[in-house]
């Protein structure tokens, strides 16, 4: 039997042998793990082709005279509005003798549209409807100013700015 057992001994040896590596040592190896990284779809979301919030954002530019809400409230166009030629203007404004100024102006300062338009009363904070008529013949950058002109010297007073998107 003990024959019998180094007969099996020898073979397994032979074979352990040839399982080590060029200098003749055995070695061991432990099975390696991969975990594959699932992709996930980054939606890239692209904004609709317009120049128009950038346009806006500056094409009021430098209020002279900035106007507070005890003597100029424009309630309709708000900012950054679309808005037809006869569009109207809503608010409240202190003027005296109830006159006051609305006007246009494009991105370079021109003027697209003057109206001389009068509240319901003169020295107090009262109500005014006014429609406003342009021609451009392209979507336009504008802004709509709203204002009293100065006794002094006529120059713009309590000024209201309102940046607006004219349609043709």
């Known amino acids: 039997m003990k024959a019998f057992l180094v007969l099996l001994t020898i073979p397994a040896l032979v074979v352990l042998a040839a399982c080590g590596d060029d200098d003749g ?29 950038d346009a806006l954002a500056t094409v009021c530019g ?32 202190v003027a005296f003798e109830a006159t006051f100024r609305i006007t246009l102006f494009d991105a370079a300062g021109n003027t697209i549209a003057d109206e001389t338009a009068m509240s319901s009363e003169g020295q107090t904070l009262a109500p005014f409807q006014q429609d406003v008529a342009f021609s451009v013949t392209h979507e336009t950058p504008a802004c709509l100013w709203v204002y009293e002109s100065s006794a002094r010297d006529g120059s713009p007073i309590h000024v209201r700015q309102i940046p607006l998107l004219l349609l043709p």
């Open 25 to 53: 040592a055995a070695t061991t190896s432990s099975p390696t793990r991969t975990t594959a990284t699932p992709r996930t779809a980054t939606a890239t979301v692209s904004p609709l082709p317009s120049a128009t919030p």
């Open 62 to 93: 430098d209020n002279p005279d900035p106007a507070t809400d005890d003597v100029n409230q424009v309630d309709i166009p708000n900012a950054g509005d679309e808005v037809a030629s006869g569009f109207g203007v809503q608010g409240r404004i």
